[in-house]
């Protein structure tokens, strides 16, 4: 299954990612710049924040309660779709999908 | 020139805090990773442990926090279920438990936040090179890196600068608690039993809960919410608030973990420009170095050497079997020396990129609060120092704290020449 990262220079970065695998070890697997996921995927750190674009925000879910707590904590500002991609398995439905990485 | 001497002969014990007063017995450090990279321990003052030496392994049992627990200490010491429940913090939590309390806290240590801390950092740095520099010779633990963490937590606190000599007294008496220049009740040398239900074992735990009782009175009479200690005292959604046993406890950290780690990065930082002058110059020619020099002296610094967790199962690893229930020590101290991961790692390379360094705890829930905190104020100074610094040399030998847990130059007497 194919994920893409669009960066703010327009660069995009896309990888394939298996069913299971989080957006945040799928994109440092891909190298993705500014996705550092420093606390290991246990929602310490908001170094893994991506922004999905609306359509696929739905696909994706809200974020948990603790998610949505740190998501307050992010270096780029939080924005409506705003997710911790550690918290994004990736799924069939998923396939296909963009992330835009948001710089500070 | 390297910075690192060899201080032990590969077969030091790490359960003693004498060994640590030498300075980390890094020759057995390098054996261990080598060796025995799943070491096991006795301890003559409680239960044998693990040690848990090579980056990748730390890396990978910190992520499983469900199979090492922090729930029952992060210490090398035992605690009864009743000492562990009277003195603990949020980092002696696991996950979910650990992310109700952490939430209240984290905006206020997020980067966007700390970024607004860096005007204040920066003229607290400059009076406090105003007066050291105008020495030519001093110790540089007490004259500038123990002041910096000092003036910002009275600033994050709020609480008055007169108060702070007293407070950071008392938070060395917790955290030092095995170093008799810090505390008359040093932990592994006399019986601190009755002291057994305060934070850390130690009496300053109990002078620090009246300190902070009294400070929230007086900020409840002045109406005064500003500050992290009013955010931790916030219900959270179900309306849940935080018993006062928790809150000294807090309180207890901030003071405690909030002044001593980054006052022994920066010492540590300082000790390298006194073995490795071509630094100062580095350092003063700027630029991207500052993207990445932060990150190295705390490599460098480690100033938690280990944080210990508890195995929930039965766990293979390396041919040895660690049982539930025992104690297992997580060596960043190791793991930031580990030659598998950092190229030439008894060097500063204030350029090193990329630097994985554990001193945050990478890679699990517990990933240091402050951090951001902690990269800003070591920037802040050393951009400050250098501008201000043509060198650094030894003024004779440097001292370690006397304890296995906090890695730290107590006394760095040097000899500076101002530009």
Same mark, same amino acid.
């Given at each position: 299954?194919?994920?893409?990262?669009?960066?703010?220079?327009?660069? #995009?970065?896309?990888?394939?990612?298996?069913?299971?695998?989080?957006?945040?070890?799928?994109?440092?697997?891909?190298?993705?710049?500014?996705?550092?996921?420093?606390?290991?995927?246990?929602?310490?750190?908001?170094?893994?924040?991506?922004?999905?674009?609306? #359509?696929?925000?739905?696909?994706?879910?809200?974020?948990? #309660?603790?998610?949505?707590?740190?998501?307050?904590?992010? #270096?780029?500002?939080?924005?409506?779709?705003?997710?911790?991609?550690?918290?994004?398995?990736?799924?069939?439905?998923?396939?296909?999908?963009?992330?835009?990485?948001?710089?500070? | 020139?390297?910075?690192?001497?060899?201080?032990?002969?590969?077969?030091?014990?790490?359960?003693?805090?004498?060994?640590?007063?030498?300075?980390?017995?890094?020759?057995?450090?390098?054996?261990?990773?080598?060796?025995?990279?799943?070491?096991?321990?006795?301890?003559?003052?409680?239960?044998?442990?693990?040690?848990?030496?090579?980056?990748?392994?730390?890396?990978?049992?910190?992520?499983?926090?469900?199979?090492?627990?922090?729930?029952?200490?992060?210490?090398?010491?035992?605690?009864?279920?009743?000492?562990?429940?009277?003195?603990?913090?949020?980092?002696?939590?696991?996950?979910?438990?650990?992310?109700?309390?952490?939430?209240?806290?984290?905006?206020?240590?997020?980067?966007?936040?700390?970024?607004?801390?860096?005007? @204040?950092?920066?003229?607290?740095?400059?009076?406090?090179?105003?007066?050291?520099?105008? @020495?030519?010779?001093?110790?540089?633990?007490?004259?500038?890196?123990?002041?910096?963490?000092?003036?910002?937590?009275?600033?994050?606190?709020?609480?008055?600068?007169?108060?702070?000599?007293?407070?950071?007294?008392?938070?060395?008496?917790?955290?030092?608690?095995?170093?008799?220049?810090?505390?008359?009740?040093?932990?592994?040398?006399?019986?601190?039993?009755?002291?057994?239900?305060?934070?850390?074992?130690?009496?300053?735990?109990?002078?620090?809960?009246?300190?902070?009782?009294?400070?929230?009175? %007086?900020?409840?009479?002045?109406?005064?919410?500003?500050?992290?200690?009013?955010?931790?005292?916030?219900?959270?959604?179900?309306?849940?608030?935080?018993?006062?046993?928790?809150?000294?406890?807090?309180?207890?950290?901030?003071?405690?973990?909030?002044?001593?780690?980054?006052?022994?990065?920066?010492?540590?930082?300082?000790?390298?420009?006194?073995?490795?002058?071509?630094?100062?110059?580095?350092?003063?020619?700027?630029?991207?170095?500052?993207?990445?020099?932060?990150?190295?002296?705390?490599?460098?610094?480690?100033?938690?050497?280990?944080?210990?967790?508890?195995?929930?199962?039965?766990?293979?690893?390396?041919?040895?079997?660690?049982?539930?229930?025992?104690?297992?020590?997580?060596?960043?101290?190791?793991?930031?020396?580990?030659?598998?991961?950092?190229?030439?790692?008894?060097?500063?390379?204030?350029?090193?990129?990329?630097?994985?360094?554990?001193?945050?705890?990478?890679?699990?829930?517990?990933?240091?609060?402050?951090?951001?905190?902690?990269?800003? %104020?070591?920037?802040?100074?050393?951009? %400050?120092?250098?501008?201000?610094?043509?060198?650094?040399?030894?003024?004779?030998?440097? %001292?370690?704290?006397?304890?296995?847990?906090?890695?730290?130059?107590?006394?760095?007497?040097?000899?500076?020449?101002?530009?």
């Amino acid at each position: 299954m194919k994920v893409t990262w669009r960066l703010a220079d327009g660069r #995009e970065i896309s990888a394939d990612a298996t069913a299971g695998e989080t957006l945040k070890d799928a994109a440092l697997a891909a190298g993705v710049p500014h996705i550092l996921g420093e606390c290991g995927g246990s929602m310490s750190c908001a170094t893994c924040h991506v922004v999905l674009p609306p #359509e696929w925000a739905e696909k994706a879910g809200p974020p948990g #309660e603790f998610e949505d707590a740190i998501l307050d904590t992010t #270096e780029a500002p939080r924005q409506a779709t705003s997710r911790l991609s550690c918290q994004i398995e990736m799924h069939p439905g998923l396939d296909g999908l963009t992330l835009i990485v948001p710089e500070p | 020139m390297t910075v690192w001497q060899p201080m032990d002969d590969g077969h030091a014990d790490l359960a003693s805090h004498d060994t640590f007063a030498k300075g980390p017995p890094h020759n057995t450090f390098a054996r261990l990773r080598r060796e025995d990279p799943v070491h096991w321990s006795e301890w003559s003052g409680g239960r044998g442990f693990w040690s848990i030496t090579r980056h990748a392994d730390i890396l990978e049992l910190n992520r499983q926090f469900d199979a090492f627990s922090s729930a029952q200490g992060i210490r090398m010491e035992d605690q009864t279920r009743e000492e562990y429940l009277a003195r603990r913090t949020f980092q002696e939590t696991d996950p979910p438990e650990h992310m109700k309390t952490r939430i209240k806290v984290a905006k206020a240590f997020s980067k966007p936040v700390i970024a607004g801390f860096e005007g @204040q950092i920066r003229d607290l740095t400059q009076e406090i090179l105003d007066r050291a520099l105008a @020495q030519d010779e001093f110790d540089a633990t007490r004259e500038i890196a123990r002041q910096l963490p000092m003036r910002l937590l009275g600033r994050i606190i709020g609480v008055p600068d007169a108060d702070l000599p007293w407070l950071v007294e008392k938070g060395d008496a917790l955290i030092a608690n095995t170093d008799p220049d810090f505390t008359d009740h040093v932990l592994d040398r006399m019986d601190t039993d009755e002291f057994r239900l305060m934070p850390f074992n130690s009496p300053a735990g109990a002078e620090l809960w009246e300190y902070a009782q009294a400070l929230m009175a %007086e900020k409840n009479r002045k109406g005064d919410t500003d500050g992290v200690l009013h955010m931790i005292l916030q219900p959270d959604r179900d309306g849940n608030v935080i018993s006062e046993l928790e809150f000294r406890n807090f309180f207890c950290l901030l003071v405690a973990a909030g002044n001593d780690t980054t006052r022994y990065s920066i010492a540590a930082g300082i000790q390298a420009l006194a073995h490795q002058p071509e630094l100062l110059g580095q350092m003063r020619a700027g630029g991207d170095i500052w993207e990445t020099a932060p990150d190295e002296i705390i490599r460098w610094a480690t100033p938690a050497l280990y944080f210990r967790r508890t195995a929930t199962r039965d766990y293979e690893l390396h041919g040895k079997t660690i049982r539930a229930g025992d104690k297992v020590l997580f060596w960043w101290v190791s793991g930031n020396r580990d030659e598998r991961v950092f190229d030439d790692p008894f060097r500063v390379d204030l350029a090193r990129a990329p630097n994985p360094h554990l001193s945050f705890g990478k890679g699990g829930p517990h990933l240091c609060l402050g951090m951001h905190l902690a990269r800003l %104020e070591v920037k802040v100074l050393f951009e %400050e120092l250098a501008r201000r610094v043509r060198s650094v040399t030894p003024a004779g030998p440097h %001292e370690f704290l006397r304890s296995n847990f906090v890695g730290g130059i107590k006394r760095l007497p040097v000899r500076v020449e101002t530009l």
